[in-house]
Structures are given as structure tokens and as C-alpha cells.
């Protein structure tokens, strides 16, 4: 168990570029999430995967972002045309299920997006 | 909407003390809560998680309790050390039928133990 690992650890960008993230969940973990923490703030929901389908994003996923998880495996997030808005640490989590320590989440080391 | 806040915002203590970090949250009507811990610049460690059916549970020096009816939840450090500075979590999982998972956070409150 190597834990969650997510690429890169820093990002910095211009306005208007597109981004994508990748994030490794814990390797028998159906459940991934992404959320998104501002400074000072706690992190925010973004999206959800059980396998490879996605069955929930927040109204905070704009169109710009799309995130995949193909083969229900690792996930990426992508950010087209950025914004200075979007700067922030993007978190990845995953967990093995729904019911009891099962569903503790395991969080990622972070993505910190800074976009000029 | 469920909505979840830390208070204190920030707390600064000496060595050695016992402390309670609080949390509080809208909407009763929760599947969880746990309480994590988050270093400077770094992902989320979880410390602790409350079923909805539970009053606490307990991990080395750490305790965290329960009450839903009231909406509120503590967190409970003994032996303060300067080794657990940091920002400590609390976030909730709502008690839905689509059941999703997805973390409601609060704010955090930020630690410092002073040796």
C-alpha cells in the first residue's frame, strides 16, 4: 500500500493554457474523489467515481473541467483555459467502499495549481 | 444545505495541555463524520471516523465524540504535543439516499503547541 500519489505536485501556468492532473488512488480502492481547497478554507467537493463512472460533480465544475477514470483505475482532471480563479490545491481521495472503515478517504499529497 | 464551521479559527497552547477543537454542522441528518489532520502545504491525514450510530471513538490521544441531535461534534487532544501542530479538519457525509460519499468540510482550526 503506497498510498495516493498525484502528478505533478506544482503547477504553474498562464491564463487561457489547459492543465490535466493525475491522481493514483490506493490500487483495491473503487471510490475516487477530487476536491478543491482555497487557502484558508477547507477543501471543496468536486467530482466522484465508483469504478470508472462518474456519479456526481458539484455545480463547482464548471464546463472547462472534465475528469476521466478509465478502466476504473487512476483519474485525471482537466482545466481548459484557465483561469486565475482556478488557483488552488487540487486533492485527490479514494476509499474501498461505503459502509463502516471502509469508507475512510485517503487523500493524496495535492496538486497546487498557481495560474498567472 | 448543510453547512459545517470550525471555531476557534486558529488556537495556540503550551506543551502538555489537554485541548478540545469543536465543530459543528446544519443538518443532523448524517451517515459520518471524521475529523482530519493537515499539514502545511500537504494532503489530508483522517484521524478519526463516527459512524452516525456512534458517541465516540478514541485513537492513542486523540477522542472524538458525537452528538448529532445537537449538531455538533469535538475533537479531543491529551498531552498536547508540539509534534501536532497543525490544521484539523472536520467534515461530514450526508445521510442520502444516492449515498455518493462526498465530504462537507469545514473550515479548519489551525494548531499550534508551543514546546
Known amino acids: 500500500d503506497t498510498g495516493v500519489s498525484q502528478d505533478p505536485r506544482h503547477k504553474i501556468t498562464k491564463r487561457g493554457q489547459n492543465v490535466t492532473f493525475r491522481c493514483d488512488p490506493i490500487?483495491?480502492?473503487?471510490?475516487l474523489y477530487w476536491y478543491r481547497q482555497t487557502l484558508g478554507q477547507g477543501p471543496e467537493f468536486l467530482t466522484y467515481?465508483?469504478?470508472?463512472?462518474?456519479?456526481?460533480k458539484s455545480r463547482l465544475l464548471s464546463d472547462r473541467f472534465s475528469a476521466e477514470r478509465p478502466k476504473g483505475s487512476f483519474s485525471t482532471l482537466e482545466i481548459q483555459r484557465t483561469e486565475q480563479g482556478d488557483s488552488a490545491m487540487y486533492l485527490c481521495?479514494?476509499?474501498?467502499?461505503?459502509?463502516?472503515?471502509?469508507?475512510?478517504?485517503?487523500f493524496g499529497p495535492g496538486t497546487r495549481l498557481l495560474v498567472l | 444545505k448543510q453547512e459545517v464551521t470550525q471555531i476557534p479559527a486558529a488556537l495556540s497552547v503550551p506543551e502538555g495541555e489537554n485541548l478540545v477543537l469543536n465543530c459543528s454542522f446544519t443538518d443532523s441528518a448524517i451517515y459520518n463524520l471524521q475529523w482530519f489532520r493537515q499539514d502545511p502545504g500537504k494532503g489530508l491525514t483522517s484521524l478519526l471516523l463516527?459512524?452516525?450510530?456512534?458517541r465516540e471513538q478514541t485513537s492513542g490521544r486523540l477522542n472524538a465524540s458525537l452528538d448529532k441531535s445537537s449538531g455538533r461534534s469535538t475533537l479531543y487532544i491529551a498531552a498536547s504535543q508540539p509534534g501536532d501542530s497543525a490544521t484539523y479538519l472536520c467534515a461530514v457525509r450526508r445521510s442520502t439516499t444516492s449515498n455518493t460519499g462526498k465530504l462537507i468540510f469545514g473550515q479548519g482550526t489551525t494548531l499550534q503547541v508551543k514546546p
Open positions: 490500487s483495491e480502492h473503487n471510490r
Open positions: 481521495a479514494s476509499s474501498l467502499g461505503d459502509r463502516g472503515s471502509r469508507e475512510t478517504q485517503y
Open positions: 467515481f465508483q469504478n470508472e463512472a462518474q456519479l456526481e
Open positions: 463516527i459512524q452516525s450510530s456512534q
